[in-house]
Structures are given as C-alpha cells and as structure tokens.
C-alpha cells in the first residue's frame, strides 16, 4: 500500500471526539472520479485508493488532505526528514529577508524529528504510525512556509505550533521499551489531530490577506489549537495509562524472573531501584576520572560512606555528583537527590521524596510529611546513597541526617569545613585538555575551515583563558552553538571581550566575583542582543530566587486577564531560551524558570551601573511576591495552614530580595511596600522557627520605615514590626529591649486609635491592641509580675468580648485563657488555674486539631498546671501525649520535642518514677548535639538530671551534672553556692515561661520527703 493509501488505517477512532462535534460517517474515494472534491490532474502523484476502503469514521488523514491544494499537499507527501525541512525553510525566509525567523521554525520541527523517531521506533513494523508522523511533520512544514510570506504572522504561527507540539509525549523515556500496538495506535491518533491543526490553519491562510492581517480574524485557529490540545492531552494521558500498565507487567515479569534465580541458588547482581530521584543523566559530562574514580570505591555499595565534594561554585560539583549518582545507582536501593541551600529547601525535597516514594499523606501537615520522610531515613535497612546538592548553612543539617547503618551520604558544598562527612575532597578546575573537549563537544562545530588539531589548539586556548572552569566553558559552548559561530569567528568576538576582566590573567579565580566576571563577556554578548521588554523580565527575575521561580509571579497586576498577560510572557522567556539565559521547567501553573547563580550576579553588577533601571527591576520583585505571598489574618489568629505550600514558595524569594538589598552598592531604596512583604514573611518564618531569618526580616522592615516615615513613626505597619522585634528579642532571652519594645508598641497601637474618628476605628486596630497587652503581659508573667499581666489580660479580654465570642475569636480567646491560666496558676488560684487550662485546649484543638505545634504549647501548659495544683498522675500522660505529638510532628532531635521529653521526667520524677525519669532525662541530653539545643534548656535538663541523681542519694553524680550544667549556661548559673532547686530557679527565670513554662518561683511544686530541695 503506497503512503496516503497506508495512512486510511490512522483515522481519528470515534472516542477521540474530546470536545470537538461529531461529523457523520463518510465515504472517501480519492483518484479520478466525479464524487472526489477535488480531482487531481494525472500528473499529481496522489495515491489511489479502492471504493472498498471506505471508511465509518468522523474524519480521515485522506480527507483532510483533500481539503488542501495541490501545492500544499506536495508539500505534506514530499517531506522526509528534518533537516531537509529545515533546509527549504531556510531557503524560503532567505528569499524573503526572514533569516531571523529560522531558529524558531528549526526548533519545532527538531521537536518533530524526535516524535518521528519515537513512533518509527515503536511500531517495529506493526503498522503505519511511522508513515502518519511524517505525514504530520509535512503538515508542520506547509504551514510554516505558508505563514512565511506574512512578516508579522510568522512569530505567532510558530509560536502556536511550537504550543502545540510540546503537548506531544515525552517518547524518548519509552523508546524500545514497550514496542506494543496499543501504543503505536495511540500516537497515531495524535499525529491525525496535528494534521487537523495544521490543516486548519492552512485554510485560514489562504483566505483573504485583508480578512485575516488588517481585520486580526484568529478566533478560528485559536479555536482549533484549543481543541487539538484538548484532544492531545486527553491522548497523552491514554498513552501514559498505557505506559504504566506495560511497566507494571515488565516489574511483575522482572520479579518471577528474579524469584527463578533465587530459587535456584545463586543471588542476583545489584539491580537498579524503583525509587530513584535524580536529574537526568548529563550526556556531554567529559574528564573528572580521577575524582569519579576515587568516588566509584568509596561508594562502592559494600560499605556504608560519607564524603563531601568541595569547590568553588562553578567547578562542577553537582555535575559530578549526578554522574556519580547515576553510575553508581544499581549499587543502591534508593539514590536520591535533595536541594539543600536552605532549611526550606531541604524540606521541600524531603516532601517530594514522601510523594515520590508513597508514603506522603495529604490529611497532614507539611512538617509532618518532613517527619514521615526523617523517619524512613532513620530506619530503613536498605542501602540508600543521599546527595545533599549545595549545602551552604550547615547548623539546621545534624536534624536532617539519616541514622541508619545503611545509608551513605555525598554532599557538595563550597564550605572547606562542614564537620558532617568522615571524608572531605576539593574539586579544581579542569586541565586544558578536559576544557577542550567539553568545549567542542557542547559547542557542536560542524565542518570548520580548520583542521581537528588546530580546532583542538583553540579549544585548549578557550579552556586556558576560562580558567578552567566548566560553567563558563559550557556557557561559553553554549552560546557558540547557538549563535552557529565557528571556533574562529567566535575567538575574534570572544577578543573584543577580553579585556573586560582582569581575571582571564590568572591560572583560578579566587572569589565568587571574580568568576561572575569572568562570565559576564560571553553574557554580555547574550545580554546585548535581548529586546527591551526580555531585558526587563529578566532583570526583574535576578531578585528572585535563582532555582526556582514560578512563571506565573512574573505577570503584572494591571487587572488584565491572566492569560492575555502570559500570551504577552511567553515570547519573552522563549527569548531568554533561546539565549540560553534561563531554564524552563515544568508547564502551566507548574512551570519554573531557573538562573545560574553567576549569572545572576553578573545582571546584579551590571544593573549596579544603571541605577534607575536595577531600583525598577527591584520594585517589580518586590511587587510580584507581595502579590503571591498571602497576608496573615490578624483576628483569627495563626490560621492558613492551607496556605502553606504558597508560603513555603514565597519565603525563598524573599530570603533573596533581603540579600541584595542589604549587599546593594550603591544601596537600593526600600519601599512600604518591602516593608509589609518582610513584616508577613517575619511573622511566617517565626512560626517555622526559623529564628535568625525572622529576625533579619524584621529588623530590616523596621529600618525601611524608619528611613521613610521616621524612627517615631506610629504607623500599623511599623508598630507592627516593632511588635515582632519584642516578641523575637523575647523568645531570645533579650527582656530588656523586648520591654520597651512592648512599651513602645502599646503607647502606639493607642496614639493610632486615639487619632481616628470613632467610626474609623476598624475591629482590626482593636484586636491588634488586645494583642500587644497579650504580649506584654507574657513578658510579665516572665518576670513573675503577675498582678501587672492580669490586668493587661482582663483588658484584652474585655475588647476581645466587645468584638466577638469564642466562636469567631477561637483563638484569641484560648490564647487568653492560656495565660490566664498560667497567671492563676502563680497566684496559687488553682481551680481557676485548672479551668482555664482546660478550656483554653478546648479552644485551640478545636481550631487547630490535637496534631498541631502550638496546640501542644496549650497542652504544656495544661500538664504544668495539673502539677502544681499537686495532680502529678493526671499530668503525667498529658505530658506523655506532648512528648509523642512532638515526635511525630518534628522527630526526636529537635529542641521542642526535647523540652517535652524533659517535662515528661518532670512529672516521672514528681511520681517517684526516678529510674524512668533518669532515663527520659539521659535520652535527652544525648540528643542536644543533634538537636543544637543550647544554653538553658540542657542546663535546665541537667539540673533536673541532679535532682534525680540526689534522690537516688547519689550525691558526687549530682554535684557532677550541676557543674555540667554550669558549663552549659555560665552566664545564667555563675559560682554561688546554691541548692539543686535554687539553681533550678535561677535557670527557669531566664527562660520564657509561656512557651516552654516553670515549676519553681511562684509555680514551684511541693514534693514531699525530697531530699534535693
């Protein structure tokens, strides 16, 4: 059967129907007869088909041929391969001075090339999908060289095309695997939908030019390319249920295969995981063999290791790590990869590894999916390799180690000193000759006027000038490649460049400035051929996050449609591809853009010396995250756990607009704008506990209205980050300044108030007052000024009561009767103690469920008033019940669940459990390394330790744990001599009470026939 003959077998099967109207069933007969709609001349090479192949479908790839011209079918039936298509284009736009437009029309039809390649491959000669790929990539080809006789039409058909094909299935994954019909019949119903686009369009340029360019009529093609990636989509998921079943019986056939060998005695060789997380396999990694070499042994899958790959940033420490991961993975259960710059970072990747390995559960919360991922690592018995990419912050990284005996670990990082790996190696530069061969290996030089030596000669010379350095190589290449420059003609630019940078004269730079400009020439090439409105996308992208932006925080919030915007996006990423200035990964909502690091700050250095351009690139940041980042909800409290995911994307992009606007010369100007960013972003990082980021986000904040509304400012939104600083200087320890903090923020949360009309008064300016007495009156509580703190409450109390009930205030209200119960408590008011403890547990379980951080902190305080009212046994499981939610939540080595874990020996040792207390006790303090619990919560833990030891009536054990103790608070607990229980004082008055609470001072617990007292 000849080609068009062949292709009546791929009609559109009638469940493909996905939104598009139904046709009724038709007869084709193509050749010379009065009933075709068309009949051909003889001299036009149109396949006959018989009568008899009629077919009852909706359309046919022969209809939809038929509808075209002579010309145009030629076009489709004569089309080969890529380059021959690509080549004719060329031809075409040369004739009409469009040479620019080529990249993009040799892009699509590349994408085309390796979806013909993969149906050529599947079907293995069970039917004609091959023939329907062609088919559809000459379809491609007609429209491209229709559309190329409209300047300004050419970038948005192509554009269009380009949409289109990228919904194609990712084949090259599958290629070989699973040669089954199913498949290759699939991929032919999508070749028949291309077709139909193609098809559509065609009809639409050849109407009217004044119809279709002056009167702007797209509605029609817009129409079709919906619906043929409707159909794609729908098609593509077919595909891939088709995918997963014949995986699933290549596993089922894998396993009875290895359960064969095993019966017959012999153990199977290492086999590759199901469960690895890696990027993909780098193709054009080149040298490194020594270094892999002296990696392959130590991680050689017999032994459990740990090493650490230590560089300057762009030396190719991750790239080695991959290459190392990939050939090293059949040695491996699991080999798995996680970002590790930051803390958030880690977690991320630590959740993804829940999604991908099947234990995540979505009914919890995100720490709690971190915890699930922990505790695998701690327990598993399989050999597990972990890369840990880019470790920059090594204090948060003990948390996140893997406990168990069979997991290895590989860690990058430019940090020389990380005290985490048994085994440190540097990475250098390449020598001249692994440059070269990367260099003409990614910069694919064709036929070149100079012979392999000399081509060789100047690679040598580029890696020697590059310092070596593979990023700036491959960039470099890169660029080469994409500008279709020879070795020569790229030497003479690279020449004009040269003296840019003093560092091109030694043999390494030895700073991370040096290296972003010994980039910046081959960027500035780059840089210098982006239109206006590509340059200001990407100097406004720099500010963010460099691995991970989403797309959709580059768009505007003029009120316009969101997709008429991203229409308006797209060409100008595309453009920021196409210099391969930015990476584009993921699709729709999903899509992420990422930038080199060095790239980055060669745009920073650059915009340093324009500086109204960089001070507007900022702004638009600023101004994008304030439009992603949600704003917390200040009368209900620490609600939005929903919104976490958003938060948890948002607070990176912060963390970098704080960085360069603090590293900024000449500095930049803040904005309120920032200032609110950083004030929610504070108040959200707090609540992960990540302390010192809080701190710098605040302070930062603060200072920007200080310097635009001035340091006595009584604005709400500079009260607000005065609040935030007290609460911060609080929870460190800091009472002094936290105090006139809170003094300051009462006196001007009044003087606003104060200066409103009464009806202007929003409940908000009342719930934000209430919370600065709340506040301060924890800080009292602190310093055991408890007549002070409960009129603060009571007043609180009172607006509360004004505005709202226990029902719309939850928990502001339980918030109140938790301090309020600590206040009683003090007060020795025991059963108005208990009953507000009780309640206000009530309240927050209600709001937040019993699996929530801040409802054990309520149930602390419960457990600790149940003690001092002389209740030991019915705390005891209460304390009990914190210790495991903790556990759960956050692991063991964390300082909160330590804390719990210590109150639970509190209450063991009120009950005369003394041995079950030492040993809650000695666990603890095991883990303070691990956990970076400091200062006076170990010392706190070891005076207690002392308690029970002197119980025990082991009084030189006791006297040794004071002195540890000593050691571990020196500025708390000097040389007087004092008591166990006087030391206990001393050291729990330093302390915050309301988070981590007391039992000595005015909350001391009596405990009969003690001996420590």
């Known amino acids: ?230 159909n794609i989509s729908a098609l593509k998921e ?86 190392l991961g990939h050939r090293v993975k059949a040695r491996f259960d699991h080999v798995v990869w996680f970002h590790t710059e930051t803390e958030l970072d880690l977690t991320k990747s630590f959740v993804e590894m829940a999604h991908r390995f099947g234990f995540y559960d979505k009914s919890l919360p995100f720490e709690e999916n971190v915890e699930l991922t922990r505790r695998f690592l701690n327990t598993t018995d399989k050999r597990c390799l972990l890369i840990y990419d880019n470790v920059d912050e090594t204090r948060f990284l003990p948390r996140y180690w893997p406990e168990s005996e069979s997991v290895s670990v590989l860690v990058t990082t430019q940090r020389s000193q990380t005290g985490l790996t048994s085994e440190s190696i540097p990475i250098g530069a390449m020598d001249e000759a692994e440059g070269a061969e990367l260099l003409l290996r990614l910069s694919e030089t064709g036929p070149s006027s100079i012979n392999p030596e000399d081509a060789n000669k100047e690679a040598k010379w580029f890696s020697e000038s590059l310092g070596g350095l593979p990023l700036a190589i491959a960039h470099y290449a890169g660029y080469m490649a994409q500008s279709k420059m020879s070795l020569n003609e790229f030497r003479a630019a690279f020449r004009d460049h040269f003296q840019d940078s003093h560092i091109w004269h030694s043999q390494l730079a030895g700073s991370l400035d040096g290296y972003s ?40 919030s003029d009120g316009e449609e969101q997709w008429k915007q991203l229409m308006r996006l797209r060409p100008l990423v595309m453009e920021l591809q196409d210099r391969q200035l930015v990476e584009r990964t993921g699709t729709g909502a999903n899509a992420m853009l990422r930038t080199h690091p060095a790239f980055k700050r060669t745009v920073i250095l650059r915009l340093a010396r324009e500086p109204e351009d960089r001070q507007k690139a900022f702004d638009r940041a600023v101004a994008s995250i304030r439009r992603s980042l949600p704003g917390r909800s200040l009368d209900k409290g620490r609600s939005g756990v929903d919104l976490q995911p958003v938060i948890h994307m948002c607070l990176p992009h912060v963390l970098s607009l704080m960085k360069e606007f603090q590293l900024a010369d000449p500095p930049l100007k803040g904005s309120l704008e920032f200032a609110d960013v950083l004030c929610d972003s504070s108040f959200y990082l707090w609540e992960e506990h990540l302390l010192a980021d809080a701190f710098s986000a605040a302070e930062l904040g603060e200072n920007i209205c200080s310097d635009i509304l001035g340091k006595e400012d009584d604005s709400p939104l500079h009260i607000q980050l005065f609040g935030l600083l007290a609460n911060l200087h609080h ?85 109140q009767y938790g301090t309020l119960s600590l206040i009683y408590c003090g007060q020795r008011r025991m059963e108005e103690a208990l009953d507000y403890a009780r309640r206000s547990v009530e309240l927050i379980v209600k709001l937040y469920g019993e699996r929530y951080y801040f409802t054990t902190i309520f149930q602390l305080h419960h457990a600790v008033v149940l003690l001092v009212a002389g209740k030991a046994s019915e705390a005891l499981p209460v304390f009990d019940a914190v210790l495991q939610t903790r556990v759960d939540l956050r692991g063991e080595s964390d300082t909160e669940t330590l804390e719990a874990m210590m109150w639970l020996a509190v209450g063991q040792y009120h009950l005369s459990k003394l041995d079950e207390a030492e040993a809650s006790l000695e666990k603890a303090l095991s883990l303070k390394e691990k956990a970076c619990w400091t200062h006076t919560g170990p010392a706190r833990a070891l005076l207690w330790w002392a308690a029970v030891l002197a119980e025990q009536g082991k009084a030189a054990e006791a006297e040794a744990a004071v002195e540890r103790a000593r050691r571990e608070a020196p500025d708390v607990l000097r040389t007087e001599k004092r008591s166990i229980q006087g030391h206990l004082e001393v050291c729990e008055r330093a302390i915050y009470c309301w988070q981590y609470c007391r039992c000595t001072g005015v909350f001391r617990v009596e405990r009969a026939g003690g001996r420590s007292g």
């Open 517 to 556: 400009r010994t980039l910046e020439s081959v960027w500035s090439l780059a840089l210098s051929k982006l239109s206006p409105e590509a340059r200001q996308t990407l100097n406004m992208l720099v500010y963010l996050r460099e691995d991970a932006a989403p797309e959709l925080m580059l768009l505007g």
């Open 731 to 815: 929870t460190q320890g800091r009472r002094a300044v936290a105090h006139d903090l809170y003094k300051k923020v009462i006196a001007g949360r009044r003087a606003h108030i104060a200066r409103l009309p009464p009806e202007q008064v929003t409940s908000t300016d009342k719930i934000d007052l209430a919370r600065s007495f709340n506040d301060f009156s924890e800080w009292l509580v602190d310093e055991e000024r408890l007549d002070e703190a409960l009129g603060l409450v009571q007043q609180a109390l009172a607006i509360y009561t004004e505005l709202g009930s226990e029902e719309t205030l939850t928990f502001r209200f339980g918030n």
């Open 1 to 230: 059967m000849d080609l068009l003959g062949s292709l009546c077998c791929c009609a559109r099967p009638k469940v493909a129907d996905h939104g598009r109207e139904k046709t009724n069933a038709v007869t084709v007969t193509v050749g010379n007869s009065p009933e075709s709609p068309e009949s051909p001349p003889p001299s036009e090479k149109v396949p006959q088909v018989s009568e008899t192949q009629a077919l009852d479908v909706p359309r046919t790839l022969q209809e939809l041929l038929q509808r075209l011209t002579t010309e145009q079918r030629d076009i489709v039936v004569t089309t080969k391969d890529c380059a021959e298509a690509v080549q004719s284009l060329q031809k075409k736009l040369g004739d009409r001075g469009l040479e620019s437009k080529t990249s993009k029309l040799g892009r699509t039809l590349h994408i085309l090339e390796t979806f013909v390649g993969g149906i050529t491959t599947l079907s293995q000669g069970l039917g004609p999908a091959s023939e329907a790929a062609l088919i559809a990539m000459g379809s491609i080809k007609m429209v491209l060289s229709m559309s190329a006789r409209y300047v300004d039409v050419v970038e948005r058909m192509v554009d269009c095309l380009t949409t289109l094909v990228n919904t194609f299935p990712r084949l090259n994954e599958y290629l070989g695997l699973f040669p089954i019909p199913k498949l290759q019949d699939i991929l032919s119903k999508v070749c028949v939908e291309c077709v139909l686009f193609c098809v559509s369009c065609a009809e639409f340029l050849d109407r009217s030019a004044v119809r279709n360019f002056v009167g702007l009529i797209w509605s029609a093609v817009d129409k079709d390319l919906e619906t043929a990636q409707k």
């Open 238 to 323: 077919e595909f891939d249920e088709e995918v997963r079943l014949a995986y699933t019986r290549t596993v089922i056939q894998w396993q009875e295969k290895m359960g064969t060998l095993i019966a017959s005695g012999p153990q199977p060789g290492p086999v590759t995981a199901p469960h690895t997380i890696l990027r993909p396999r780098n193709r054009n990694f080149v040298g490194r063999a020594a270094l892999l070499n002296r990696l392959d042994k130590l991680f050689s899958g017999v032994n459990v290791a740990s090493c650490s790959i230590v560089g300057l940033g762009g030396m190719g420490k991750s790239q080695v790590a991959l290459e």
